[in-house]
């Protein structure tokens, strides 16, 4: 989570990412469901934090994300917020 942070941060101030990019990110950290799997046992808020990088990453127009994946962040947004809730961990 903190890697896609400081990418993000260093796109935000010298427009360094591509789109492919943070896709990849997207892919490999956000939606696959192993990786999922592994955050919520592991770090769930490292998970949300991951999710809502990307999310921040779209609406700033850095990333142009594809309208399925952008969707998917958003519903992966929805139900991390409610694992975390139900955990009393917010």
Same mark, same amino acid.
């Given at each position: 989570?903190?890697?896609? +942070? %400081?990418?993000?941060?260093?796109?935000?101030?010298? @427009?360094?990412? +591509?789109?492919?990019?943070?896709?990849?990110?997207?892919?490999?950290? @956000?939606?696959?469901?192993?990786?999922?799997?592994?955050? @919520?046992?592991?770090?769930?808020?490292?998970?949300?934090?991951?999710?809502?990088?990307?999310?921040?990453?779209?609406?700033?127009?850095?990333?142009?994300?594809?309208?399925?994946?952008?969707?998917?962040?958003?519903?992966?947004?929805? %139900?991390?917020?409610?694992?975390?809730?139900?955990?009393?961990? @917010?």
């Amino acid at each position: 989570a903190t890697y896609v +942070d %400081n990418c993000f941060q260093w796109d935000a101030t010298s @427009a360094v990412m +591509d789109d492919w990019m943070y896709e990849k990110f997207a892919e490999k950290y @956000a939606l696959d469901k192993d990786m999922q799997k592994w955050f @919520a046992e592991v770090n769930p808020w490292a998970l949300r934090r991951l999710t809502e990088v990307l999310l921040e990453a779209e609406q700033r127009q850095l990333w142009n994300a594809k309208s399925q994946t952008k969707q998917s962040l958003q519903e992966l947004l929805l %139900n991390i917020e409610g694992e975390i809730e139900e955990r009393g961990d @917010a």
